[in-house]
C-alpha cells in the first residue's frame, strides 16, 4: 500500500509534483494548499485565543468562546480538507484504470466505456466535493477576519488567499471532464454547481480580503 501524502517530507512531496509522475495533479495539490491556508487561520486563533488569556484583565468569556468555538470548527474541516487530498489521488487512478482496459472486442469496449463514465463521474464528483468542504473553511476565514487579533490578522488574509486559489484550482478538474459526461443531466448539473461554488468563493475571499487591509490600515 502506497504511503499517504501526508507521510511525504514536504521535499519528497514537491519533487514529485514536479516530476513526470500524474500523481500529485493539480487537484491533490490544491487541497495541500487549502489545508495549508486553513491552517494559518487556525494559527491565528490560537495565537489570539493565547494572547486573550493572558491579559490581565481577563476577557469575557462570550470573546474566549467565539475563538474557541471557531477553532473546533475549523479543525473539523481540516479533517475534510486533509482527507480530500487523497481522494483526488484515488479517482485519478481509477480513471487511468478505466482507460487502460481492453478494447479488443465489441463486449469489451461496451464495458471500458462504462468503466470510464464512472471514474469520470468519480473524478468530477471529487473536487466539487473537495471545493465545497473549501468554501465551508473560507467561511469560517470570514469570522475569523473579525475576531482574530490584529497583529495576526495578516495571517488570516495570507489563509484566505491560499483558500480562494484552492478552489479556482480544484474546480479546473471539473472544467477538465465536463466534456467527457455522457449524460447531459448530470453534466449541466456539475457545470451549474462549478460556477456557484466559484462565484461564491472569488467573492468571500475578496471581502475577507478587503477587511484585512482595513484592519490592517487602522492598525
Known sequence: MENSVWDMTLAKFLEDT???????????????????????????????????????????????????????????????????????????????????????????????????????????????????????????AMVAAQISQTQVISDVGAGSALLGGAIAGVLLNVDINLPHISDPEIKQKFALEKEELANRSQEKVRMILAQVQQRIAKN
Open 18 to 140: 514536479a516530476s513526470h509522475a500524474p500523481t500529485p495533479g493539480g487537484g491533490s495539490v490544491a487541497m495541500v494548499s487549502a489545508s495549508l491556508g486553513l491552517g494559518l487561520v487556525i494559527m491565528a486563533l490560537e495565537i489570539s485565543l493565547k494572547s486573550l488569556k493572558s491579559l490581565k484583565k481577563k476577557p469575557s468569556l462570550s470573546d474566549l468562546g467565539a475563538i474557541e468555538d471557531l477553532l473546533k470548527t475549523a479543525r473539523q474541516q481540516m479533517q475534510l480538507l486533509t482527507l480530500q487530498v487523497e481522494q483526488d489521488i484515488t479517482v485519478f487512478k481509477r480513471y487511468m484504470e478505466a482507460i487502460s482496459l481492453p478494447k479488443q472486442t465489441p463486449a469489451e469496449k461496451i464495458h471500458r466505456q462504462q468503466a470510464i463514465q464512472v471514474a469520470i463521474l468519480a473524478a468530477t464528483s471529487v473536487p466539487l466535493a473537495a471545493a465545497r468542504d473549501t468554501l465551508a473553511a473560507i467561511e469560517t
